[in-house]
């Protein structure tokens, strides 16, 4: 019993060292996105790669892992065509992109 504990103690350390490593090597993004109205939200692209996240109060923040990618910032309320925004993340780079004006 105190076998099979300790083995899966030393899995979840090893799982848990794993995943530690990937957060450390990828960079971050970060910005404001304006109007903040009806949670505009942000999709990165990379190849078959994405990620999407909901702005909180027009804030947004990803982690990405290093390479070219592509944002889009779209709120589906608004007429105005999506912006998009080509970037290179960096290891342990942290971008700010500042304030993102969506036309309305």
Known sequence: MQRGVLELCLIIAVVIGIHAERMLHNGSVEGRIFPAVASPSVIAVRG???????????????????????????????NGLPI?????????????????????
């Open 48 to 78: 078959n790669d994405s990620v999407k996240v909901i702005s909180n109060n027009g804030h947004f923040g990803m982690e990405l892992q290093p390479g070219d990618w592509k944002l889009i910032f779209a709120i589906k309320e608004l």
């Open 84 to 104: 998009e925004k080509n970037i290179q993340v960096m290891e342990g780079q942290r971008i700010n992109l500042g304030e993102i004006r969506l036309n309305q």
